[in-house]
């Protein structure tokens, strides 16, 4: 028979084994700290994450065992402990028994006794390896140079760019502004044998027309009234490597005269000179309009569009391309991190809900500004819809009073959606499945379950 005395030495052995027990179930590691960061408690998960046994980590400072990037400045168990203000999932890496470095996320809270007395702190932290291994593994899959896409049109682009870039053939670069054209033109000057060349960019948009071909092929002394001494043009800037001509679609006819020569004979007279310049560059064209159209509206040569396209390149809207836009964004959170030392990991659903139904009008440099003005804004670790920027206001209220909606009517406006986006594809799932956003076996399954077939 046990006697009360004996239950009440007993319960608190009892939890004590009940609490270890459950700290030991955990995936995520645990562990414990008191006021001056002392470890007192270290649960199974941190042992396997760290590789230090408990017996060696009960006793230390924390600092001793993780050796993480934010130990000596910004220590978020000290600051927890001394503003009682927790933390939630901020990334940070730490160095395990190995010396190898492992991306975790960690999250801290203050402890407390009956009495609202500080006792410590705890801290759960969860192994993020795979998770990045799995990013780098995408990563490699839709990078190409700093070019970022699972667009298969891209993609197309990627397979034939290092055999574009080896060879010496003008290039034709199309699409819309923001879409990525002067990454393109970079990466073909990047793969070629010129890389070690200079890069040369000329914005044909913003020269005015009496100044062209001065910067272009440059000019001699006295070949105008303040020409007071020869001067070098940007093409012999560019001897031995990449020109690219940005917004091509913009040169006056008497400079597209001389720029066909240029791509005929490889040869440029500078303003004033009777005497040809050979020129050794790789010309490189971009344009946010289609050349094609503007030969017959006499505002483009036909024989120098013919001369430019032997490669051409046409970009798509990112609106043709949304399946690009989760792995833009984590992109730029990324480089914004970087840039301005904070530790932003994600956009809500629901942003990403806004991102991803948004026209774009301004591409993928939309998108980054975007990203950047939510950086400006936001002070905690996730990106939420109050960060965006106003613009962008009438896409959160539609997501809102979306999310507040009822299941029947969520069923009915999701069955009238897979019905239209199907009618519109003429029965084609796998258009239909895209435009919708799902891949084509959800498409099928909710069709099921509607009946539709």
Not at 113 to 136: C, H, M, P, Q, W
Not at 159 to 175: F, R, W
Not at 318 to 342: S, T, W
Request: charged share 25%; net charge neutral.
């Amino acid at each position: 028979m046990i006697t009360g005395a004996e239950s009440a030495m007993t319960k608190p052995t009892e939890n004590l084994k009940f609490f270890k027990t459950i700290l030991s179930s955990i995936a995520d590691g645990v562990f414990t700290v008191d006021s001056d960061r002392n470890i007192t408690s270290f649960n199974v998960a941190a042992e396997r994450i760290t590789g230090v046994p408990a017996t060696r980590a009960v006793g230390r400072k924390c600092f001793e065992v993780f050796h993480s990037d934010i130990c000596e400045k910004g220590c978020l168990l000290e600051k927890t402990l001394k503003t009682g203000v927790e933390c939630i999932d901020q990334p940070v890496n730490i160095i395990n028994s190995a010396g190898d470095s492992i991306p975790i996320s960690i999250s801290t809270s203050v402890l407390r006794d009956d009495n609202g007395d500080v006792l410590g702190a705890v801290e759960t932290f969860r192994d993020l390896s795979a998770i990045e291994e799995l990013r780098k593994a995408l990563k490699k899959s839709y990078t190409f140079e700093d070019i970022i896409s699972k667009s298969p049109i891209i993609h197309k682009l990627f397979a034939i760019l290092p055999d574009v870039a080896e060879s010496e053939s003008t290039v034709l670069i199309q699409g819309p502004s923001g879409s990525g054209k002067e990454l393109f033109a970079r990466a073909i000057h990047n793969l070629s044998p010129r890389k070690s060349g200079p890069y040369v960019v000329i914005n044909c948009g913003t020269l005015p027309p009496q100044l062209f071909e001065s910067e272009i092929f440059g000019y001699l002394k006295g070949a105008f009234t303040d020409a007071r001494r020869d001067r070098s043009g940007k093409l012999a800037a560019a001897e031995g490597g990449t020109v690219l001509l940005d917004e091509v679609s913009e040169l006056p006819l008497p400079t597209q005269v001389k720029l066909l020569r240029l791509l005929q004979q490889r040869e440029y007279e500078p303003l004033g000179s009777a005497t040809p310049v050979k020129a050794d560059i790789r010309v490189v064209a971009a344009s946010n309009r289609d050349l094609q159209e503007l030969v017959p509206l006499g505002k483009f040569r036909d024989d120098l569009y013919f001369r430019l396209a032997v490669v051409k390149f046409d970009l798509p809207p990112l609106k043709d391309r949304r399946e690009d836009i989760p792995y833009l964004v984590d992109h730029f959170i990324r480089r914004n991190n970087a840039r301005r030392g904070k530790n932003i990991i994600s956009v809500s659903p629901n942003v990403m809900k806004i991102l991803m139904r948004h026209d774009f009008p301004g591409n993928i440099r939309e998108l980054e500004n975007i990203i950047e003005y939510c950086f400006v804004v936001c002070h905690g670790s996730v990106i939420h819809t109050e960060h965006l920027p106003t613009e962008l206001s009438s896409d959160s209220f539609y997501i809102e009073k979306k999310s507040l909606s009822t299941p029947v009517s969520e069923a009915i406006d999701e069955e009238s959606r897979i019905k239209s986006a199907l009618k519109k594809h003429g029965g084609n799932r796998t258009r239909a499945a895209k435009e919708l956003g799902i891949d084509r076996t959800t498409l099928w399954r909710k069709m099921k379950r509607f009946d539709i077939m």
